[in-house]
């Protein structure tokens, strides 16, 4: 690929990005970094960066702290996108709680806390195989953390 076509590509994904902000309600100081369609193991990547110089809400008391640092990346698996699987990933911010000065994680707006998968993927996504046995479940939402899945999926 030369140089133009990848400007040109870039350019395609600006709107897709904004679409996929609100689509999953993050806004200052989450944004969108880039998409990437990835052909070897046809899955979407969506990563996400939370500003540096922003304040997060502190888990812990509630008020706003700087950035302290960001965990290691982790990857939230999303409903699909033109029926490719699709995954985000992010490093979440840390803030250091000027009270307790204990470091916390600072929850990402699409997903409930401790869950590998947004919060629309389990609203919509695994609505339709609830039903399903176990194995089918699985396939349905290609889920390798199967344990995991399962466990949230059917045991409702
Ligand atoms: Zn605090």
Redesign the pocket.
């Known amino acids: 690929m030369n140089e133009m076509e990848s400007e040109k590509e870039m350019a395609g994904f600006e709107n897709f990005e904004r679409m996929f902000a609100q689509s999953i309600g993050i806004e200052e100081p989450w944004r969108v970094e880039k998409a990437e369609f990835d052909s070897g193991s046809m899955s979407v990547h969506i990563y996400i960066l939370a500003k540096k110089t922003a304040k997060y809400q ?1 888990p ?2 509630g ?1 706003e ?1 700087s950035r302290l640092d960001n965990e290691e990346e982790r990857v939230w698996q999303h409903g699909d996108v033109v029926f490719y699987p699709c995954f985000i990933h992010c490093r979440r911010p840390r803030v250091k ?3 307790s000065g204990k470091i916390h994680v600072v929850e990402a707006p699409w997903s409930r806390k401790g869950s590998r998968y947004t919060m629309l993927f389990e609203s919509f996504a695994m609505k339709p195989v609830e039903k399903l046995p176990f194995e089918q479940a699985r396939k349905s939402c290609r889920s390798s953390r199967r344990a995991n899945f399962c466990a949230s999926a059917i045991h409702r």
Do not use: A
Request: proline fraction near 0%; hydrophobic fraction near 0%; aromatic fraction near 0%.
């Open positions: 502190c812990e008391c008020q702290h709680c000027e009270r």
